[in-house]
């Protein structure tokens, strides 16, 4: 049987590449309507995206090559869903990160915030969550400053980083066995606590800005693509305002459940007792050193940051919608706004190629000669060779294939077909077809790139909601949030591969924990969506941009 299950294991991916494509070929054999060419090629988009037989990025360009073939679009018209504006905004906060990394001013924020807040771990688990290395650092830390305390060494000295790999808290062996059980279970514990809320805090966090996570870019486009006249109804500053408060609830609630099920509501046993004071102590040391290493404020990470603030304060300031912004000074006219997000990511990521990373020496009398060979102007922040290194390109070119399939199901056909067959839906009340399909987004993802479930996903509900006269919005935002609550396996996302990677968890470990979270995360965002979200986007109406008269064919 074992031999059996590795021999179709084997021919797997072959199979799938290449016999799914025959096996959906009566579809278009059969019924050679648009549409239906249309549904074949996002059918093979979304096995090919599920099982990543080849690369996600490599699927995403079949539009280009399947489009034209099946006459559903022409090149041109394909190939210029792959850098709209939301590309551009995407790619321009991507660049942004890439600099605000070299210069490593996420890990001194990180550790600045933690020496601000404390080391007590029920203070520190959203913020630990920046530098997962450090967390790592704080724990092992803990773990030799326990392992001395009870064997009586009163004091140890910093663990050095090249030893810190002999303090594993699975190795930690105590004398009195009953109670050395028991600590080391509450170590084990704290240490599985720790690490997943790196991952937790990794996916909520993404969720409060709208390039912070790629689901939120792809809502955006689809509403440009799909929704032409909804001009920004989606926006940097709507988006903040609508999900930084779903943020800090689902954290809150997120600490609270780790708390309950590793750790315990023991407050008391968390704040009182003198081994978490001498664990506190260590693990600041361990914040201490690392935050000493970093050394002063470099020049270079000053103009990174004061590039950071700008970018955010124009994207504040562009149009926040309760008061005219700066765009409006010059760059309306009539319906049209010449200035979005985009230009102002853009702009921001090319000052970071001018901007220099060292101070000019106007000192010219008394350079030495050396010095004089040197140009005057220093290097600049970035570079293209390390920008080209850090981008993660094939995101852009995914963003870009969903934006084609989007294009097509609207010029097939297909988008309008599909809202016919759920029209049946309207018996149900609009907030239990949120519900569902929120619950039904979370459990795919958990399957598929986040991105890509979106991609998918998003053209459906718009079609759902307009035939049966829903805001688009009242369910396209909550289903957006709910594609990046992949917290139940190690491979769903990046975050959860890093720290299922570090040994403190088991898969099975992270399924528990992570079934109660998706079903915090949906539920928080029901109640976003019905409260605050309504106010801010008024979901209340059916507007005027998501008339089907309205949208171009």
């Known amino acids: 049987m074992a031999s059996a299950l590795s021999y179709v294991s084997k021919f797997k991916s072959f199979v799938i590449l290449f016999v799914t494509p025959l096996l959906l070929l009566p579809l278009i054999i059969l019924m050679p309507t648009k549409f239906v060419r249309c549904a074949y090629v996002i059918i093979l988009m979304a096995i090919y995206w599920c099982t990543e037989v080849i690369p996600l990025a490599v699927t995403s360009l079949m539009p280009i090559l399947l489009f034209p073939l099946f006459k559903i679009l022409d090149s041109k018209q ?80 910093l663990v050095d980083k090249g030893k810190s790999s002999e303090l594993p808290g699975s190795q930690v062996i105590f004398e009195g066995p009953a109670m050395g059980q028991r600590e080391n279970c509450d170590r084990k514990s704290m240490c599985k606590a720790m690490t997943l809320c790196v991952c937790y805090a990794a996916s909520i966090g993404g969720t409060a800005t709208l390039t912070g996570t790629g689901p939120n870019v792809v809502l955006l486009g689809q509403m440009h693509e799909l929704f032409p006249d909804s ?31 590793f750790m315990g509501f023991n407050f008391k046993k968390c704040w009182g007792c003198r081994l978490e004071r001498s664990n506190e102590k260590a693990a600041y040391k361990v914040l201490q050193e690392e935050y000493r290493k970093l050394g ?25 919608g309760f008061m005219p912004g700066w765009v409006s000074v010059a760059w309306v006219e009539g319906e049209t706004k010449y200035a979005s997000d985009a230009t102002v990511a853009i702009f921001v990521a090319m000052l970071l190629f001018v901007v220099p990373s060292q101070k000019p020496k106007f000192n010219f009398c008394s350079q030495t000669e050396e010095e004089r060979k040197t140009p005057f102007y220093p290097p600049a922040l970035l570079d293209w060779k390390v920008t080209q290194e850090k981008v ?42 949120t519900l569902i399909l929120s619950f039904l987004v979370a459990v795919f993802t958990e399957c598929t790139s986040n991105v890509a479930t979106t991609t998918l996903f998003l053209p459906i509900f718009a079609s759902l909601s307009r035939s049966i006269g829903l805001n688009p919005l009242y369910v396209m935002l909550p289903c957006t949030l709910s594609a990046s609550f992949a917290f139940m396996l190690p491979v769903a996302t990046p975050p959860n591969a890093i720290v299922f990677a570090y040994g403190h968890l088991k898969v099975s470990d992270m399924v528990k924990t992570g079934l109660m979270m998706n079903i915090i995360g949906v539920f928080c965002v029901f109640l976003a969506v019905n409260t605050w979200g309504r106010v801010i986007f008024d979901l209340d109406d059916f507007p005027d941009w998501a008339n089907v008269t309205h949208i171009e064919t």
């Not at 404020?297 to 970018?311: D, G, H, Q």
């Open 78 to 157: 394909v190939c210029v869903q792959y850098m709209k504006d939301t590309n551009m905004l995407f790619l321009g906060g991507l660049i942004v990160a890439v600099a605000v990394e070299r210069w490593n001013l996420h890990k001194r924020i990180a550790l600045r915030t933690l020496l601000w807040v404390g080391t007590k771990p029920a203070h520190n688990t959203a913020t630990t969550a920046m530098m997962v290395p450090i967390v790592e650092a704080v724990l092992q830390q803990m773990e030799a400053t326990s392992t001395a305390t009870e064997a009586g060494l009163g004091a140890l000295e």
């Open 231 to 261: 001009k920004d109804t989606v926006n940097f500053a709507s988006w903040f305002g609508f999900a930084f408060p779903n943020m800090l609830i689902m954290l809150l609630l997120a600490w609270l459940w780790l708390q309950c099920i």
């Open 296 to 320: 002063p404020f470099s020049f270079a990470e000053v103009n990174v940051l004061l590039c950071f603030f700008l970018l955010v304060s124009l994207w504040f300031s562009r149009d926040p």
């Open 392 to 433: 993660p390109w094939g995101i852009v070119l995914l963003l870009g294939g969903g934006f084609a399939l989007a294009k097509g199901c609207e010029v097939s056909g297909l988008s309008e077909w599909m809202g016919k067959q759920m029209e049946p839906l309207h018996v149900l009340p609009p907030a239990a077809i």
